[in-house]
C-alpha cells in the first residue's frame, strides 16, 4: 500500500521563477492539503483541496495556488518566487474532506536562490 | 486564536520515561494529535485524540488531555534511540476545520 508521495525531492530555483511541486495521496484517499515548512518551524497550512476545488486556505499569498486532478493527484505551483519561500513543501492526504486523519508525504526541499 | 507552544529541547535517558508537554489557547478543538519528524523526512502521525477524551494509551505512547488547563502531554515509556527526533503538537478546532495547527515542535534527544 504506497503513502503519499511528493516529486521532486529536492529543488533550487532563482528569485523570480515559478516552481511545480507534485503529490500522489495515499491509496484511497481523495482529499491533499498543503503545507510550508520552514527551517525550525511547524508547518503552516497552505491549502486544501477536494473533488477537484480548492476548498480551505491559510494566510498564504496569490502566488501560490494549487490543481487536484481527476485521480485525486495535486500539484503545488508558486510563482515570482522569493528568497522567504525557501522551505519543505508537506503534502498530506486524507479521505473525504473534514477528516480528522492525515498522512503526511516526505515533502520537497525548496532553495530559492 | 489559534496558537499551540511547546518547550523547544527535551533530553533524556535511554530507558526512561520520557514525557512532552504542550499547551494551545483555542477552546474549541476538536482533535489534539501528536507527530513525529525525523532528520530530512516529513511527518509520521504518532497518535491523536479527540477533544471529549482525557488519555490515550497506545503501546509505550500514552496521551494525556487536560482540557481546563488545554494542556496535552505524550509520554514515551522506555525511551530508545530510534526515538530521537522532532515532535510535534497539532490541533485542529471547530473553525479552523481540517487545518493542522502546529507547535514549533521539541526535540527529543537521547543520552546513553
Known amino acids: 500500500d504506497a503513502g503519499v508521495t511528493q516529486s521532486p525531492t529536492h529543488l533550487i530555483k532563482t528569485r523570480g521563477q515559478q516552481v511545480t511541486l507534485r503529490c500522489s495521496p495515499k491509496?484511497?484517499?481523495?482529499?491533499v492539503s498543503w503545507y510550508q515548512q520552514a527551517l525550525g518551524q511547524g508547518p503552516q497550512f497552505i491549502f486544501q483541496?477536494?473533488?477537484?476545488?480548492?476548498?480551505q486556505r491559510g494566510n498564504f499569498p496569490d502566488r501560490f495556488s494549487g490543481h487536484q486532478f481527476p485521480n485525486y493527484s495535486s500539484e503545488l505551483n508558486v510563482n515570482a518566487l522569493l528568497l522567504g519561500d525557501s522551505a519543505l513543501y508537506l503534502c498530506?492526504?486524507?479521505?473525504?474532506?473534514?477528516?480528522?486523519?492525515?498522512?503526511f508525504g516526505p515533502g520537497t526541499r525548496l532553495t530559492v536562490t | 486564536g489559534e496558537d499551540v507552544e511547546q518547550s523547544l529541547f527535551l533530553s533524556v535517558r535511554e530507558g526512561d520515561s520520557s514525557v512532552i508537554n504542550c499547551t494551545y489557547t483555542?477552546?474549541?478543538?476538536?482533535?489534539l494529535y501528536w507527530y513525529k519528524q525525523e532528520p530530512g523526512a516529513g511527518l509520521q502521525l504518532l497518535t491523536y485524540?479527540?477533544?471529549?477524551?482525557d488519555m490515550k494509551q497506545d503501546q509505550r505512547l500514552t496521551v494525556l488531555l487536560n482540557k481546563k488547563d488545554k494542556h496535552l502531554s505524550l509520554r514515551i515509556a522506555d525511551t530508545q534511540t530510534g526515538d530521537s527526533a522532532i515532535y510535534f503538537c497539532?490541533?485542529?478546532?471547530?473553525?479552523?476545520?481540517?487545518?493542522?495547527?502546529f507547535g514549533s515542535g521539541t526535540r527529543l534527544s537521547i543520552r546513553p
Open positions: 498530506a492526504s486524507s479521505r473525504g474532506q473534514g477528516t480528522y486523519e492525515q498522512y
Open positions: 491509496s484511497g484517499h481523495d482529499t
Open positions: 483541496y477536494y473533488e477537484e476545488e480548492e476548498r
Open positions: 483555542d477552546s474549541s478543538s476538536t482533535y
Open positions: 485524540i479527540f477533544s471529549n477524551m
Open positions: 497539532a490541533e485542529t478546532t471547530y473553525s479552523s476545520a481540517s487545518k493542522i495547527i
